[in-house]
């Protein structure tokens, strides 16, 4: 099966030694291809990586606006009769209600705990794959339908992709228990003091999470509340997270309180990149091949 929108195309990104085209699909990029817009760049790519659907799948579905552009083409693939059979276990209340729209089949992962594709958005992207997702407050359940899966596809634009996990200076999410936050919030400064540029703080209902700047003085008591009805921890970066960063995934998790972080390491399969000039598709390195 292969979807309306199936041209690869060649360019130069940051990580070019990661990239994998498909050459048996033309590669020059079609002349309308630089006035396309960033939200049809991304329709371009997910549409691509819906290409990797196959009827019968159990499919993670993902949540935001990249993600969107995934599920509703499913939906029109599935009313057309191209997919069947298809089972969506979707990462948030949204994503949920998405699918549904466009009239998707839903489970969970009770009944469905090996995913065979899940397909969704990051916030950064390192040239090792590794992510940072969470800033719409959705990365417990992301990370855990995408844990479950034999194949993530992750779809993104060039400006998400950068040289270290929280290089871009936004927001890297730690989900919290609400009971003692301001505790828990507290050891995960104890934990990275020392480290240049480094801040935290609770995010609120009205904080933007993709902000880098705030006042600490401002009194914002709402916090914002997750689908799993927990709190979010912000931590920022001024020049990124440098380290081992299984270690400090390692040592945030052991922090009583914290419920997961949105550091996703190791998980993706493939990356799809949309640009103004064309997609292409960052593949995992296996074995150091």
Not at 1 to 22: E, G, V, Y
Not at 83 to 88: A, K, P, S
Not at 113 to 123: E, K, Q
């Amino acid at each position: 099966m292969r979807a309306a929108c199936s041209r690869t195309i060649d360019m130069a990104i940051p990580f070019p030694h990661l990239l994998h085209h498909d050459r048996s699909q033309p590669v020059a990029p079609p002349p309308t291809c630089a006035a396309r817009s960033q939200d049809e760049l991304k329709r371009v790519a997910a549409h691509r990586a819906v290409e990797f659907v196959q009827s019968g799948m159990v499919l993670g579905l993902g949540t935001g606006s990249t993600a969107a552009h995934a599920l509703d083409r499913i939906g029109d693939l599935l009313r057309c009769g191209a997919l069947r059979d298809i089972v969506g276990i979707p990462t948030s209340e949204w994503a949920a209600a998405r699918a549904a729209a466009a009239g998707i089949p839903l489970s969970d992962l009770n009944a469905h705990p090996v995913v065979d594709l899940s397909i969704d958005g990051a916030d950064e992207v390192d040239p090792a794959l590794n992510l940072v997702k969470g800033r719409g407050g959705s990365l417990l359940r992301e990370k855990m339908v995408e844990g479950a899966s034999r194949r993530f596809v992750v779809i993104v634009d060039e400006s998400k992709l950068v040289p270290c996990l929280g290089a871009s200076g936004l927001a890297v999410p730690v989900e919290v228990i609400p009971f003692g936050w301001a505790l828990t919030l507290r050891r995960l400064r104890s934990l990275f003091e020392g480290m240049p540029g480094f801040n935290l703080k609770l995010r609120t209902a009205a904080t933007d999470a993709k902000a880098n700047s705030f006042d600490e003085n401002v009194f914002e008591p709402e916090a914002f509340v997750t689908d799993n009805k927990n709190y979010i921890v912000d931590l920022f970066f001024e020049d990124g997270i440098h380290g081992d960063l299984n270690l400090i995934s390692d040592e945030i998790l052991r922090i009583t309180g914290v419920v997961e972080h949105g550091m996703f390491l190791g998980l993706a399969s493939s990356v799809i990149v949309a640009r103004k000039d064309g997609v292409a598709m960052m593949e995992k390195k296996l074995n150091g091949i």
